[in-house]
């Protein structure tokens, strides 16, 4: 039985692309799964960096699709997991150094031996995203509640639409205290907008900044609430239906606030 | 086809040369005066075409009015070609040299072994010990030079890299993201940062030197190494890595001259 | 050490941005600067719109190109988006003049933006055209902002192309600052860049949680044009499509402005945000000591 193939992707930059894709992917692979994490971003890699593996490359994902190596001799297990890997990208190469269907073949050896393929994808809608998607069965999309990304975001779901994948939506980075002034948009603006099944909401958090410098995904902190919203997620997506909590944030003289959805 | 400010580029690359240039003239042939007077470039990728194609081509273009002007690529056998055929010539990519290629092609296979060995968890390469010579001694001879130093001096940023048969000297930083590779020895005036591969070509002797040691990673001959980050930095300052027991180790350069560290060969 | 470096960046920003202005103007050819970064999220978008804001502020004509065919935004943060009739593809492909597509500015003074086209593709851009179409428009603007879409593909050549000065801009993220150091070996000896670090929190730099200016410059070492502190309101003023430079005595504004002195070339101290003093806690906290990285 061959493993989900999965694409995070975004259109905009820096909305969180790639911390989620190491930590739903470090998630899953605490819940006992086989993951394979394969970053798509051939110049600009991160995906090792946010995990810390960065001095452990010896392969790269160029490498295996111009046949220099096995897939699994480049593939670089966490020792922190039982069961997590991930494929980096090349940083000295451009995004044209692989074609798509070499990319999709890649994808599909490394769902042969996993039961999720996460890819990172690149921002924007070149090659690398075409090549990015091309891999894959289903993408989630991540955007943050900003109108730019969601203008963004709103492009690429057309996209992958237009190829019938599935797509999910991740609301990264929302920051409750400007939804309720009014300075930023809520999940349900959001939704409206994409018409897109909501996976998960995850709130901004200032730790996450300092755990990417560091390597190490923020679902390790177990006092981190960022840990439980990201396990709900991979619930979701295993097909469990997990209510959206909401999340009373009282401010600091201890009123309650109205509740937002956040989970 | 593409047109270009200078004219037009005909790619013939990735698939079989004859279909290609059926196509070609298939499409030129709907379009007759379009490119009329234009020059046009050829690109054939990786495939090398015969003479016969060359002038089929040729003839197919002036069908339409078009003049071959050049060929683009990076091989070396195109550009000889381009040269019989008194075509100019436009190098593409990386232009590695056929001894450059084969090197790329034996950093591949060290790699290779790299990781086949940390999969099985060794670290050493066993060396063989020669066989006592048992022939009378060899005249002294000029031997061929060694090959030569590479001499950069700048800082490489992230992503760009320099491959070279003989040793490296870099006078300026190396970014972590930029990539050295030496058949010889690696020497940083600065700080090195990103990764650097001596003796490339199998010379365990081989060493780097940096100013500031903090590479993501190290490669001497076919060991790998990286930085424990759960231990601390070793004392600052210049130093060097070098190869022994089967391991590489990073010695202070004020410690280098000790007599276990002379230029010797590690035991 | 350091303030030697410190002191050299700023004889360098102000000199040569003096420099390449005496030029501009005895060549009467505008300067053409492409913001751009690598990584995206950094804030080339806002920072391009702001920067052009307090630019045409001090009296210049500034025009703002958005390069991000495909993903436009620009349009957006300077709150002209309904105002957009033609983009760049309509006028490299030469169905409208441009300045049929050049639209003004909301506030009067000599800014205008060349919006991208929203339905189109990166490799729709006729690379010869958009260096001619930067050329001229050096002609008659002093400046030309070029606001280059995120990555190192073909969006981010055509973005450079016409350009003959670079922005980067960075946050202090380890990704950002490795992503900034490919694209300025990417621009090679063409260009010397400049830096502006977007997104500063001193509160966290202070606590050893983020990157500090001199850990950003320590690998990109390029001449610092500035520090904008990470600020709520620059979203909303971006969702608002209100640059905050309109508003110069906010810090931000402030800053964006002293930024633009010094791409005049002004002799004009870098931008830093203000050092927020230790609230108690934090205090109490660092007695028990935290890691430092």
Do not use: W
């Not at chain 1, 492009?155 to 797509?167: L, N």
């Not at chain 3, 690598?38 to 500034?62: E, F, I, P, W």
């Not at chain 3, 993903?71 to 300045?99: C, M, P, Q, T, Y």
């Not at chain 3, 428009?137 to 002093?142: A, I, K, S």
């Amino acid at each position: 039985m061959s493993g989900r193939k999965i694409v995070i992707t975004s259109g905009k930059g820096g909305v969180g692309k790639t911390t989620t894709t190491a930590n739903l992917g470090a998630t899953l692979a605490k819940r006992g799964r086989r993951v394979i994490l394969i970053d798509a971003d051939i110049g600009l890699r991160n995906l090792d960096l946010v995990l810390g593996l960065e001095k452990r490359i010896v392969f790269d994902l160029v490498e295996v699709a111009e046949g220099r190596c096995q897939l699994r001799q480049a593939l670089i297990k966490d020792k922190r997991f039982d069961s997590l890997a991930i494929l980096p990208a090349a940083q000295t190469r451009e995004k044209d150094a692989i074609a798509p269907e070499q990319f999709a073949a890649i994808v599909a050896s490394a769902a042969e031996q996993a039961d999720y393929v996460l890819v990172d994808s690149p921002a924007g809608i070149e090659t690398g995203f075409r090549n990015a998607v091309a891999g894959a069965a289903e993408a989630i999309v991540v955007t943050t509640p900003e109108v730019s990304a969601i203008r963004d975001a709103d492009r690429v779901v057309g996209k992958i639409a237009s190829e019938g994948k599935p797509i999910r939506l991740i609301v990264n980075r929302l920051r409750p205290e400007m939804v309720r002034s009014g300075d930023m948009l809520s999940v349900e603006d959001v939704c409206d907008v994409l018409s897109v099944e909501l996976l998960g909401v995850v709130p901004d958090d200032e730790e996450v900044i300092d755990t990417t410098n560091r390597g190490e995904p923020i679902v390790l902190d177990e006092s981190n609430r960022l840990r439980a919203i990201y396990d709900k997620i991979a619930r979701r997506l295993e097909g469990e239906l997990v209510p959206f909590t909401s999340f009373d944030q009282p401010t600091f003289l201890g009123r309650l606030i109205g509740a937002l959805k956040v989970g | 086809m593409r047109g270009r400010l200078d004219g037009l580029e005909v790619a013939l690359a990735g698939r079989d040369l004859e279909e290609a240039l059926e196509e070609l003239q298939a499409r030129l042939i709907d379009q007759p005066s379009f490119y009329r007077g234009s020059s046009a470039v050829a690109y054939f990728g990786a495939t090398l075409p015969s003479t016969e194609q060359v002038k089929r081509l040729r003839l197919i273009l002036s069908g339409a009015g078009v003049s071959l002007r050049a060929f683009r690529g990076s091989n070396e056998d195109l550009e000889a070609l381009a040269r019989a055929e008194e075509l100019e010539f436009e190098r593409t990519g990386p232009a590695l040299s056929r001894s450059a290629r084969s090197l790329v092609a034996d950093f591949a296979g060290a790699r290779n072994d790299i990781a086949e060995r940390r999969k099985r968890g060794e670290a050493s390469v066993r060396r063989v010990k020669p066989e006592p010579s048992n022939q009378r001694a060899v005249e002294l001879r000029l031997v061929e030079t060694p090959p030569g130093t590479l001499y950069h001096t700048a800082t490489l940023r992230g992503g760009q890299t320099l491959h070279h048969c003989g040793n490296i000297v870099v006078v300026g930083d190396v970014n972590p993201g930029a990539e050295l590779i030496a058949t010889g020895d690696i020497l940083v005036f600065g700080r090195l940062a990103g990764i650097a591969h001596a003796g490339a070509q199998g010379d365990e002797a081989a060493r780097i030197y940096a100013i500031d040691l903090a590479p993501t990673q190290l490669r001497i001959a076919t060991f790998i190494a990286a930085e424990d980050p759960a231990e601390d930095r070793a004392t600052p300052g210049p130093a060097a890595a070098l190869a022994r027991d089967g391991q590489i180790v990073l010695v202070p350069l004020a410690r280098l001259n000790l007599p276990e560290f002379s230029g010797a060969a590690p035991a | 050490m350091h303030q030697l470096q410190d002191e050299g960046q700023i004889v360098n920003g102000g000199a040569a941005g003096e420099r390449k202005d005496a030029e501009s103007k005895s060549a009467k050819l505008g300067r053409a600067i492409v913001l751009t970064s690598g990584k995206g999220g950094v804030g080339k978008t806002t920072t391009t719109a702001n920067l052009g804001t307090a630019l045409a502020s001090r009296g210049a004509s500034v025009v703002m190109i958005d390069a991000d065919v495909g993903l436009r935004n620009l349009d957006i943060v300077l709150g002209l988006e309904s105002r957009v009739k033609h983009h760049l593809l309509d006028v490299l492909e030469e169905r409208v003049s441009v300045d049929d597509a050049l639209v003004p500015g909301k506030h009067g003074e000599r800014l205008f933006l060349l919006a991208a086209a929203q339905s189109r593709e990166k490799d729709e851009v006729d690379t010869p055209k958009m260096q001619a179409l930067v050329a001229s428009l050096r002609e008659r603007f002093d400046y030309v902002l070029i606001d280059s879409p995120a990555g190192i593909e073909l969006g981010f050549k055509n973005a450079v192309v016409g350009a003959d000065e670079a922005i980067v801009v960075c946050t202090p993220e380890v990704a950002a600052v490795r992503d900034v150091d490919r694209v300025v070996g990417l621009l090679g000896n063409r260009f010397r860049p400049q830096l502006i670090i977007n997104r500063l929190r001193p509160q966290l730099v202070r606590k050893g949680k983020m990157l500090s200016v001199e850990d950003v410059n320590a690998i990109l070492r390029l001449p610092l044009l500035g520090v904008i502190a990470d600020e709520p309101e620059i979203i909303v003023t971006t969702n608002r499509g209100e640059p905050l430079a309109l508003r110069a005595t906010t810090p931000t504004g402030a800053a964006y402005h002293a930024i633009a002195a010094r791409v005049a070339g002004e002799d004009v101290a870098v931008p830093m945000p203000p050092v927020a003093k230790a609230s108690i806690f934090e205090r109490l906290g660092s007695i028990f000591g935290g890691k430092r990285r």
